[in-house]
């Protein structure tokens, strides 16, 4: 039980710091700290999911209805977040972005192509390929990401 304890105190943590560099960003920025701000990082932090502005918006309003967010907000404060890298985003071309909070442990993404849904996937020797095929070519790596595009089983059985 203590570990259930420890994982939640850990996760407190974890998102109290992220939210303290929020605040220090917004003003670096000369930005106000509102809670429509907040709870824009909020939702971002505790969804597992990919999310359009539009979607994250909705989650919002229903979460919070009474909390007047408006898209736009959304939308700077995840250019903001983007900016920043505090967020990344994956792009559909004419579809939009969806974001997903960048604290996440590295990952890549398997991208449907028929129905829009993103899953993650870690694989070892992905990644150490990566790191031969740079060092094999005197490349200094700063970051990276993989994308799959393709059609998902949900979407193939249909």
């Given at each position: ?116 849904k993103i899953t993650e996937f870690v694989d ?35």
């Amino acid at each position: 039980m203590s570990n259930v304890n420890t994982n939640f105190n850990d996760r407190t943590v974890e998102y109290e710091q992220l939210l303290n560099d929020f605040k220090v960003l917004l003003k670096k920025n000369n930005l106000k700290f509102t809670i429509q701000r907040e709870v824009i990082l909020e939702t971002l932090y505790n969804s597992d999911e990919h999310l359009t502005p539009e979607a994250l918006h909705h989650l919002i309003q229903d979460k919070e209805p009474d909390l007047k967010t408006g898209i736009a907000t959304v939308y700077r404060t995840l250019a903001l977040l983007e900016e920043s890298n505090v967020v990344t985003s994956l792009s559909f071309g004419a579809q939009g972005k969806k974001y997903e909070l960048g604290a996440k442990e590295h990952h890549d993404h398997l991208i449907c192509t028929e129905c829009g849904k993103i899953t993650e996937f870690v694989d070892d020797e992905i990644e150490r390929r990566q790191h031969a095929i740079t060092d094999e070519l005197g490349f200094k790596m700063s970051d990276h990401s993989m994308q799959i595009y393709g059609i998902c089983v949900e979407c193939q059985k249909n």
